[in-house]
């Protein structure tokens, strides 16, 4: 009797041990049966952009007097450059002016003759010389703006310019024609 | 003599079915039944289109299959016996160097299924994220191995500033018995 009943006692221990042994063995099993997993890939090429683009493109300043001063844009501003980019790199706006030149002979007006002015800006960056006073144009491409913090994200940065010509006192009458420049790049 | 034997023998079977090395068997068996959990045979598949949207400018959408179309069929089934869930997921935002596009920009919808279960978001689109998001729920009788198709289709909308480059990402669909 006695020896009947730790036959059973023992069967029954290497039941369980087996049931646990097996448990153990295959839990990743169980676990990986309750899901199934399928993974797809997603891709977008997102187009650059580096463009530049500017309102009225003609200044015509009328019957400025010899040593005298004329304005363009009083108030809001005369016209205005749109610049946008997306290259997450630094972008950069120059200007100059090519010539003044009378359009009846070879003299020039000074570059420094005509200024600019940024007097409202949509941009991070603040135009080189500040908002506040006009700057010499230059026959050499010179920076004005220089783009900042989500400037080269994708942000379109407007910048409205005023213009001033003072015609000096010994300039001689006459119409005289110019080109200004403006050119973004991301060089400085 | 034969007698014997067959006395014997008959001993022998008598012994072996009734004694400790049957139990013993019979007790195992018995307990791999009781210990075995349910196996859910839970299939996925899809139809391997990737999510290609392509050439895209800054602040444009597009849509991956037009309205009523779709783009990706998955197709569950279950022989479990239980109810199963259909989830999505975008395992990371669509990606360029260190250039990211929201996750709230990218979006999915459920045009059609051939199953009786539950679309949890009917007929809209719903913006990914890295949490798998529920879109399905099996109905009566879906969990005794019938195929049960869904089909997707998908949106993006680009901000309107984004850094030019190309993006990737991977979407997950997990079939499952855990809601």
Redesign the interface.
Known sequence: MACESG??L???L???A??VL??CACPGR?AA?????????????????FSLGLSRTSLAFNNVSPGKTQILGEGRGFNEIRCRS???RPWYLKAQLVSLTHVQGAHHLPAASLKWKIVDSTGNGEPVGGRSDFHEFSEQPALIYASQG?D????EVILRFQYSLSAPLDALAGNYIGQIVFTMAETP | MSGGVVEWRSGTVRRLATGPLCRFATAVWCCLLVATPAFAALELSTDHRSLFFGLMQPGEEKALAQSGSFHTEVTCASTGGVTWYLKISLLQPLTSGAESIPFENVGWQVTRTDGNGTVVTPNQFQSFSATPNLVYISGPGEADGRPVRIQFRYLLKLPEAQVSGAYQANIRFTLTEVL
């Open positions: 036959s059973r023992t069967v029954r290497l039941a369980l087996t049931v097996w448990l169980v049966l309750e899901e199934r997993i399928e993974d797809l890939s997603a891709s977008v090429e997102v187009a650059s952009i997306n290259s997450g989500d080269d994200r994708g942000h």
